[in-house]
Structures are given as C-alpha cells and as structure tokens.
C-alpha cells in the first residue's frame, strides 16, 4: 500500500475536520445580525421587488400573523383598497394593517405603476378619475409615499435620511433661537402648495410644528430648492 498517499489522505481528512469545526464555533458564537422588516402586501410573489429590498432588509409577504414592520410596500392597489384607506376605513385585517402601520409612524409606499385606476385614465369619466385621483393625494397627505419602482429603494432610504435629518433639526432648535424671518406654519398637514407659496416670496426657510406632516410631494420641494426646514 501507498503510504504517502494514506498520508495525504489522513492530512486531507485533518484540515476538512478543523475546517468544519471552526465553521460550526463561528455559526455558534457569532451573533446573528437582525435586520429591518419590509412587509410586502401582495398575495403574488414580487421577485424584482426582493431583489431590490433583500441587501437593506429582511423580505417577508403579508398574513395576518404579522403585527408589526419597518417599511410596507403595496405593489398593487386597487380602488377598493384605495378607497377604503383614503377614507380611513378597515374593512378587512388588511387595511386595518395598513392604518396601523400609519398611526404607528411607519413608512409605507405605493407604487405608482400599482395604482390600478390610472390605467383607465383614457376610457374613465372626467369626474370619476378626479375621485380617485384626490384619493390618491389622501394618502400622500397621510405619509404614504407614491414611487416608481425604479425609485423605490431611493425613496425608502431617503425617508430614513429625511428622519435623522429631523432629528437632527430638532436638537439644533432647542438649542439655537427660531430665526424672526422664518415663515411658521402650524398645519397639521403641509402640501407642496404651501411651501410653494412661500418660496415664490423667497422665503429660505420655514418653522413647522413639531406634529406636522409634511407630505413627500412637499418633501420634494423643499430638497430642490433648497428650503430648510425646522420643527418647534
């Protein structure tokens, strides 16, 4: 018999067990990193939408076991369910869901190739689309952010951002004196409207109540023109 190749063989057989043990110390020694929670609500299987959200969070698909979330993403809305949350109704575990995740401060975005009345836009009566139409700014006043699937991480992780940044904002304040020539808006809900308006009289700068919600078309807004924003 060989005996060099018995050694090998014994050699080859050492360093795959060491590896292996040291593989198994480090799968039970090593914490297991948790990661943020992305809900997808659609009861198909979204593969394009894993893909883009699986290195920044853990993926998982709606069920009515699921209580909580970092991020919900609604692929597809129809009018009922657009409807029903721009009226602030739960009729099923699902809307109920999703006005949660709402009260709760959550961020929860739309996609705008999902919001199934506009593809009716050339056949649908005038009067009827513009309904569904104000829905669809009912929800974006509520916080629900309206993206392309294209711009669907950006705009995810821009809301993350956009929140330390606030945060940040709101130390400053309580430490620094609100400007006398910032413009004070006390609405519970700020629109692009607003600051538009105040942007046409060269305002750089506008306070906002602590509770206000500035909704992202406003957001928007202000990031390209360059508007600081304060809370108090």
Known sequence: ????????????????????????????????????????????????????????????????????????IIPKMCIGLLSYLANGISASARERFVLTMLLKGKRVVVLEEGLLYR????????????????????????????????????????????AENQEEVHSEDARVDINPQSEILTSKVITEADVKKYRLQNVKEIVVGRHSIITPLAQDYLHTHQMRVRRR
Do not use: F, H, W
């Open 119 to 162: 593809k009716y836009k050339q056949t649908s009566p005038v009067m009827l689309y513009k309904l569904y139409d104000g829905s669809a700014n009912k929800l974006q006043s509520y916080g629900i952010k309206i993206a392309r699937e294209s711009d669907l991480l950006s705009a995810c992780l821009e809301d993350e951002r956009l």
């Open 1 to 72: 018999m060989d005996i060099q190749a018995l050694d090998r063989t014994a050699l080859i057989e050492a360093v795959a067990a060491e590896v292996l043990k040291r593989l198994q110390q480090a799968q039970t020694t090593e914490p297991i990193a948790i990661s943020k929670k992305a809900i997808l609500l659609s009861t198909e299987p979204v593969p394009v939408l894993e893909r883009i959200l699986n290195p920044y969070y853990e993926v998982r698909y709606y069920d009515e076991s699921v209580r909580d979330c970092d991020l919900l």
